[in-house]
């Protein structure tokens, strides 16, 4: 069972520190105050739904993810996680269209340097995918 409000707490701290926001300025973005920050990030209280949204929103993750995944990049990844998902942080798009795949991720799929990666997406969002081999597409009904 995921402990919720230990995983808010940790990620609350984690990314206010990646996004290098003082509690206060935090707070001033959600509308609380710094020691409401400070309550969450110690794990005395949790924030409602709605401010869990809104948190999620400034650190541009899902609510899902915000709440039930740990996002700490220096954290290995579960070996097998029991929802079969993984968070393994943000990444950010280079001026040449780069991505670099953090290495708990890499470590996952085996991802090493020269393997192929397929891209592919909808209107819900894009995921890689690596492949051995060339893929076989079917489209139509």
């Known amino acids: 069972m995921i402990n919720m ?15 290098e926001l003082s509690q206060e300025e935090l707070a001033e973005k959600i509308g609380v105050s710094r020691q409401s920050i400070a309550k969450w990030e110690n794990g005395d209280t949790l924030p409602d739904i709605e401010k ?14 915000f709440a039930t995944c740990p996002i700490n990049e220096t954290e290995e990844p579960e070996e097998n996680p029991t929802n079969g998902r993984y968070v393994f942080g943000m990444v950010k798009v280079g001026e ?26 909808d209107s819900r969002g894009m995921a890689f995918a690596k492949i051995d081999t060339s893929p076989i597409f079917t489209f139509g009904g």
């Open 5 to 19: 409000k230990n995983m808010i707490s940790q990620n609350i701290r984690f990314l206010r520190n990646k996004l």
């Open 52 to 65: 869990c949204y809104e948190l999620a929103m400034v650190f541009q993750v899902s609510l899902d993810a």
């Open 96 to 121: 040449r269209g780069q991505v670099v795949i953090p290495k708990g991720a890499r470590k996952v799929y085996n991802i090493q340097a020269g393997d192929k990666l397929l891209v592919v997406g």
